[in-house]
């Protein structure tokens, strides 16, 4: 019965930056591995990159060098600091459990367009 909410996106160029932000009602996650998750037009949705309850991290390889992740646990928070965004990155993001993955929040979308 935890809740993410998800906010940051908007609308950039081509090589502009977005911080996403994910907060967890309901419960707090200290000992979750948490993960950020995206979902473009007609595609599935997929891993984009995710956050061990230590702060170990990893991302897609479309990603990787131009996107972090990172927690605050005492805030219940997890981020992902997008930079060189590409077209290719418009998508709408969510956030979750990445082990067990509960409800998921409305997402929050970034369009990337010339």
């Known amino acids: 019965q935890v809740q993410f909410g998800e906010s940051g996106g908007g609308s950039v160029q081509p090589g502009g930056s977005l911080r996403l932000s994910c907060a967890a009602s309901?419960?707090?996650?200290?000992?979750?591995?948490m993960g950020w998750y995206r979902q473009a037009p007609g595609k599935q949705r997929e891993l984009v990159a995710s956050?061990?309850?230590?702060?170990?991290?990893n991302y897609a390889g479309s990603v990787k060098g131009r996107f972090t992740i990172s927690r605050d646990n005492a805030k219940n928070t997890v981020h992902l600091e997008m930079n060189s965004l590409k077209p290719e990155d418009t998508a709408v993001y969510y956030c979750n459990d990445f082990v067990h993955r509960g409800s998921w929040g409305q997402g929050t979308q970034v369009t990337v367009s010339s």
């Open positions: 309901g419960s707090i996650f200290s000992m979750y591995a």
């Open positions: 956050i061990s309850s230590g702060g170990s991290t």
